[in-house]
């Protein structure tokens, strides 16, 4: 009996797409299991490697996207060094193919797909879009697309502020697969605002900005400001052994006494929600700006909560903030505390999470940089006006 047929529509858990791929739905190359999370499961990059002459190329529904690659005024093979390493350029973007692949037979039973890039790379000012033959749009499918083309996926990546560094197999993007249309596995109601704000007097998803300032290395910062890539060093995208200093990469934003901060113009900040949420294990969660554009700001962030966030701390609090990436464009912003930035979309696990995942590194944060960097110094002192900072 094909398991799905007792499935309810929703959110696919860790062990209904194991199923899938066990089934020959979903191709993939490497052990399945380290790659599953609560509510989504990692995608990772093959060996076929372009860089973009002419800048992105949009996915089309009427071609597979490996006709665009072949052509050389749009696409340039690019090749790894000797250790494997593909070196990637700010403000150039790369296509590459994924080891993963999508069989048509998904579409034939309601399986639907979106993307985003996971939190790590997010917060390195990486933009990761997610292209699925047979859809003309980024990070999603369904089976209407799926079902007129290979399946292939491949990855377009634009690195923004730093230049940075991948290798085949690493995980930049993950997945989250629908049982049925995610519109239809929605979730709303005032019962589920308090069960994952605590009860507070909230009276919506929303998610405002916290710019009270915070103490890190005996220095307030209520942000960080990412460094010029210029003289910089490339970043790895996978966590190393030696993981870069923080401090030689960016620098300290700290809000005025009003709690107002300065977004820059053409800068790139990490941030901090003022809430806190904790996510049951039947839910899971897709944060979206609430705006995309606020004035002459941009935000953008990786998109998924899973079942469970907030949940394990190991203070054994309630609830974690969640983290905004910004950019300032074109003129400066003062953004004020309380701002409204996102909005939270609620969906029904198709089957409950089965919570045998350990917590990630963000389970505990506050205001955080990504996992790749080394932890702040204990002691840091200010060197600059514009919040550049050192190890005492």
């Not at 071609?63 to 150039?92: H, I, M, S």
């Not at 049925?180 to 005032?190: C, D, L, N, V």
């Not at 919506?204 to 710019?211: E, F, H, Q, R, Y």
């Not at 190393?240 to 005025?256: L, T, V």
Request: net charge neutral; proline share 5%.
């Amino acid at each position: 009996m094909e398991p799905w047929n007792d499935w309810v529509p929703g959110v696919l858990n860790k062990v209904q797409v194991k199923q899938l791929c066990e089934e020959g739905l979903i191709t993939v190359e490497s052990p399945i299991d380290s790659a599953l999370d609560e509510s989504s499961m990692d995608l990772s990059l093959a060996s076929d490697a372009f860089r973009m002459v002419r800048g992105s190329v949009k996915p089309s529904a009427m071609r597979p996207y490996g006709w665009f690659l072949k052509k050389k005024e749009l696409a340039e093979k690019q090749d790894p060094n000797a250790d494997g390493v593909y070196t990637l350029r700010a403000r150039n973007t790369y296509v590459f193919k994924l080891r993963e692949r999508l069989e048509r037979k998904l579409a034939g039973i309601g399986i639907h797909g979106q993307a985003t890039a996971k939190s790590t790379v997010g917060r390195v000012d990486v933009l990761v879009r997610l292209i699925v033959d047979g859809m003309d749009t980024y990070e999603c499918f369904d089976p209407t697309g799926l079902a007129t083309q290979s399946g292939d996926m491949y990855l377009e990546i634009t690195p923004i502020t730093f230049s940075v560094a991948v290798k085949q197999g690493t995980r930049l993007s993950q997945l989250r697969l629908f049982y049925g249309h995610p519109k239809s596995a929605e979730m709303s109601g005032e019962q589920l605002i308090n069960t994952i704000f605590h009860g507070s007097d909230k009276r919506d998803g929303s998610l405002t900005v916290s710019l009270e300032n915070t103490i890190i290395g005996g220095l307030r910062t209520a942000a960080f400001c990412a460094k010029s890539s210029e003289s910089q060093s490339v970043i790895p995208l996978w966590v190393g052994e030696r993981k870069p200093e923080p401090q030689m990469h960016w620098r300290f934003s700290e809000s005025d006494p009003t709690n107002r901060l300065e977004i820059q113009a053409e800068n790139f900040y990490i941030l901090r929600s003022k809430e806190t949420i904790s996510v049951p294990k039947g839910i899971a969660i897709y944060c979206r700006a609430s705006d995309e554009t606020i004035g002459e700001m941009r935000i953008h962030y990786a998109g998924f909560v899973h079942p469970l966030f907030g949940l394990r701390r190991k203070d054994g609090k309630k609830g974690t903030p969640l983290i905004f990436e910004v950019r300032g464009h074109q003129v400066n912003v003062s953004l004020a505390d309380g701002e409204r930035m996102a909005n939270l979309t609620f969906y029904r696990m198709s089957q409950d999470a089965i919570g045998d995942s350990d917590p990630t590194e963000y389970e505990d944060q506050t205001l955080q940089l990504s996992k790749l960097f080394d932890k702040w110094p204990e002691k840091l002192k200010r060197i600059s006006a514009d919040g550049t900072v050192e190890a005492v």
